[in-house]
């Protein structure tokens, strides 16, 4: 009976997982360049010293869906739609500079007070040399296709664009990506150590235009209550349970 609710207990945990899992991808249904969150379960078995088999369950974000969206026009000169499965590189809100990277795909870009180049999260772009862009104020920016960052002075109209900086965008081909809690894509890495994508000279953005979210709404809310009723059929095995256990203690003490 201990190893039944231990069972129903820990799928119990899982299903409140899931649950927070597709409720996050549900609240980023229109959040630019979001990926979902993949979840996952995975059966295990605990052996104490009595050889006493009990099996539990975990859940967790396995990843995220790298499916592409939806991309629309916006007209704004520092919004960019990044193609193929290219990513964006940021700076980690966790550390400082030099300590990892994460990446994503929402490329609705701005500049901040400060004069660094951000995303709608806040998060630093990073260029091909390492750091966060910083760009001169004042001055009329655009991005290139190739991910460059132009600037022109506008006190000089006949002055061409120069280039400022160069955004690092890197292709995970072949690399393994995480999605933790932080909903930030992460290289796992040695000793904990998040890891570091090279620059791909191949990948382009699409200038003045947005990538949406690739979280369809009607689905994950079929997840969503298929979430719940797992929750509810777990608890029910514990009712259960607890219902053969009186039995059996009724049984016990009849005379």
Same mark, same amino acid.
């Given at each position: 009976?201990?190893?039944?609710?231990?069972?129903?207990?820990?799928?119990?945990?899982?299903?409140?997982?899931?649950?927070?899992?597709?409720?996050?991808?549900?609240?980023?249904?229109?959040?630019? #360049?979001?990926?979902?969150?993949?979840?996952?379960?995975?059966?295990?078995?605990?052996?104490?010293?009595?050889?006493?088999?009990?099996?539990?369950?975990?859940?967790?974000?396995?990843?995220?869906?790298?499916?592409?969206?939806?991309?629309?026009?916006?007209?704004?000169?520092?919004?960019?739609?990044?193609? #193929?499965?290219?990513?964006?590189?940021?700076?980690?809100?966790?550390?400082?500079?030099?300590?990892?990277?994460?990446?994503?795909? !929402?490329?609705?870009?701005?500049?901040?007070?400060?004069?660094?180049?951000?995303?709608?999260?806040?998060?630093?772009?990073?260029?091909?040399?390492?750091?966060?862009?910083?760009?001169?104020?004042?001055? %009329? /920016?655009?991005?290139?296709?190739? #991910?460059?960052? /132009?600037?022109?002075?506008?006190?000089? &109209?006949?002055?061409? &664009?120069?280039?400022?900086?160069?955004? *690092?965008?890197?292709?995970?081909?072949?690399?393994?990506?995480?999605?933790?809690?932080?909903?930030?894509? *992460?290289? &796992?890495?040695?000793?904990?150590?998040?890891?570091?994508? &090279?620059?791909?000279?191949?990948?382009?953005?699409?200038?003045?235009?947005?990538?949406?979210?690739?979280?369809?709404?009607?689905?994950? /809310?079929?997840?969503?209550? %298929?979430?719940? !009723?797992?929750?509810?059929? !777990?608890?029910?095995?514990?009712?259960?349970?607890?219902?053969?256990?009186?039995?059996?203690?009724? /049984?016990?003490?009849?005379?």
């Amino acid at each position: 009976m201990d190893r039944l609710i231990y069972t129903a207990l820990t799928s119990m945990n899982a299903s409140m997982d899931r649950q927070r899992a597709v409720a996050n991808n549900l609240a980023n249904a229109a959040t630019p #360049g979001f990926r979902g969150e993949v979840f996952a379960v995975t059966a295990a078995t605990l052996r104490d010293d009595s050889l006493e088999a009990r099996a539990l369950a975990r859940g967790s974000v396995r990843g995220a869906d790298m499916a592409t969206a939806r991309t629309a026009s916006t007209g704004q000169p520092l919004d960019i739609a990044v193609q #193929g499965k290219a990513l964006i590189a940021f700076q980690n809100p966790a550390g400082g500079p030099g300590e990892g990277e994460v990446y994503s795909r !929402r490329g609705d870009l701005r500049v901040a007070a400060s004069g660094v180049l951000e995303n709608g999260e806040g998060l630093a772009v990073l260029g091909q040399a390492g750091g966060p862009i910083t760009v001169p104020r004042g001055f %009329d /920016l655009s991005i290139a296709e190739d #991910g460059a960052v /132009l600037a022109r002075d506008p006190s000089a &109209p006949q002055a061409q &664009p120069e280039e400022v900086a160069r955004i *690092k965008l890197v292709s995970p081909g072949g690399s393994r990506l995480v999605k933790g809690v932080d909903s930030f894509l *992460k290289v &796992p890495g040695a000793d904990g150590v998040d890891g570091v994508l &090279p620059p791909d000279p191949t990948a382009r953005v699409t200038s003045g235009a947005l990538e949406g979210s690739n979280v369809e709404t009607a689905e994950t /809310l079929v997840d969503m209550i %298929d979430a719940q !009723r797992a929750f509810e059929q !777990r608890a029910r095995i514990i009712k259960t349970a607890r219902e053969l256990d009186e039995a059996s203690a009724r /049984l016990m003490d009849m005379r």
